[in-house]
């Protein structure tokens, strides 16, 4: 795969593991904050754990909590290293941002076009750029 290049909603650098899914995920519900697991049973991702891996995902479903939950899996150290997605998501960006600000932690968030996010499908681990490169390592 030759690297790609997203908008980077939160700039930051990070390498981890992928973990993918073409469906949205909520994080209301959907994802244990104490432990970093994916709960929603319904979810492909279900019984899998983001914590410290770049949880590739189109988007996140559901409302302002999806924030919530996602900046106390952060504080906990049981949050993903980066989130790539499929468009522009506030908020993953806002969680984001308000840990860098509270709790000094940089979760790069990447917006791929639709074609690029696919791509990683089968990709096993990536590396972030700050400038929004997704860049397989081997």
Same mark, same amino acid.
Request: hydrophobic content about 35%.
């Given at each position: 795969m030759n690297a790609l290049v997203g908008r980077p %909603? +939160? #700039?930051g650098e990070a390498e981890g593991e992928v973990l993918y899914a073409s469906e949205p995920l909520s994080f209301w519900g959907g994802y244990d904050s104490e432990t970093g697991e994916i709960i929603d049973r319904r979810h492909p991702l279900s019984g899998q754990n983001g914590a410290g891996r770049v949880l590739v995902i189109p988007s996140t479903r559901g409302s302002s909590t999806t924030a919530a939950v996602l900046l106390e899996s952060l504080?906990? $150290? !049981? $949050? #993903?290293c980066a989130i790539v997605t499929q468009g522009p998501d506030l908020f993953v960006a806002l969680a984001s941002t308000v840990a860098s600000e509270l709790y000094g !932690? +940089? %979760?790069p968030i990447i917006a791929l076009e639709p074609d690029d996010f696919g791509r990683l499908r089968d990709v096993s681990r990536v590396r972030v750029s700050a400038r929004g490169r997704v860049t397989e390592v081997r």
């Open positions: %909603l +939160v #700039p504080r906990s $150290g !049981t $949050g #993903p !932690t +940089v %979760l």
